[in-house]
C-alpha cells in the first residue's frame, strides 16, 4: 500500500457529502455510462441533452435526484470529441474520476480540509470548463483533488493557497454551455502526483496508460463511500 492509499484506507467508511446537504444519501442511485450498458444504445449520450435524458430516466426508475459513478469507467461518452480519440490501445475513454450529476448551480461541498492549489477555465471541446485543484497534507503526504465542470463563478473569488474546511461550500456545478459541453455533473479526482500540472489533469485514460492512472488516481470512493 502507498501513503496515500493508507490514509484513505484510515478514513472511516461513512459517507462524506461532496454536493449541498439539501441532497441526503438516499436520493442518490449510481449510474452506469459503461460500454457494456446496452440502454445507452437508445441514447446520444455524446449529447448533453441525450445524457441527460437517459440519466433522467435513471433518476426516475429509483425515484432518485442525484446520479453517481464512472470511476475505471469505459465510456463512449467521448465518441465525438476529436482530442480524446486515436488508434485502438491509445483511444482515451477509460474515466479517471467519480461523476456526481446533479441540477445546474448545484453547490460543491469541500469533502476534507484543503488550499487551492491551482484553478482554470479548461474550454477545450469535451474537456473540464471551469475547474478547481485542492491540496490536501495529511501525515505529511501530500495529495490532491480535481472538481471539474464548475461555474465561471466557481472561480471569482479564488487565489491559491485559499484553504477551504469540510463542508464548507467551494463551488457550484456549471452548465453544459460552461462545462464544454456536458450534462451537468461534478468529476471529481483524486491525484497523487500532478506531474505539473496547473488546474487541469487528465480524467480519461486510454488502456494503455491506465495502469499508471489508476495507480495515481485512485478511487474517489475510498473518500467519499458514496454508495459503499
Ligand atoms: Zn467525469
Not at 127 to 154: A, C, M, Q, R, W
Amino acid at each position: 500500500m502507498t501513503d496515500l492509499e493508507k490514509i484513505l484506507a484510515a478514513i472511516p467508511k461513512k459517507p462524506i457529502p461532496i454536493i449541498d446537504s439539501q441532497f441526503s444519501f438516499d436520493v442518490y442511485t449510481p449510474l452506469d455510462l459503461s460500454v457494456s450498458n446496452t440502454s445507452l444504445e437508445h441514447y446520444n449520450i455524446t449529447t448533453p441533452a441525450g445524457c441527460q435524458e437517459y440519466i433522467d430516466t435513471v433518476l426516475a426508475a429509483s425515484k432518485a435526484k442525484v446520479a453517481y459513478g464512472g470511476y475505471l469507467e469505459q465510456r463512449n461518452l467521448y465518441a465525438n470529441t476529436p482530442s480524446f480519440n486515436s488508434a485502438s490501445d491509445f483511444v482515451r475513454n477509460i474515466h479517471l474520476g467519480l461523476d456526481v450529476w446533479a441540477p445546474i448551480g448545484t453547490p460543491i461541498i469541500t469533502p476534507m480540509d484543503g488550499k487551492v492549489h491551482s484553478f482554470k477555465n479548461n474550454t477545450t471541446a469535451g474537456d473540464y470548463g471551469p475547474t478547481i485543484i485542492l491540496e490536501h497534507s495529511v501525515n505529511n503526504v501530500i495529495f490532491y483533488t480535481l472538481y471539474g465542470h464548475l461555474s465561471i463563478s466557481s472561480l471569482e473569488q479564488l487565489y491559491v493557497g485559499k484553504e477551504f474546511k469540510q463542508d464548507e461550500i467551494l463551488a457550484e456545478m456549471g452548465a453544459p454551455e460552461i462545462n464544454v459541453n456536458y450534462a451537468p455533473h461534478l468529476h471529481f479526482q483524486i491525484i497523487k502526483d500532478l506531474q505539473g500540472n496547473f488546474g487541469d489533469y487528465p480524467g480519461v485514460s486510454s488502456k494503455a496508460d491506465i495502469d499508471y492512472y489508476s495507480k495515481n488516481c485512485p478511487n474517489p470512493n475510498l473518500l467519499l463511500s458514496i454508495g459503499v
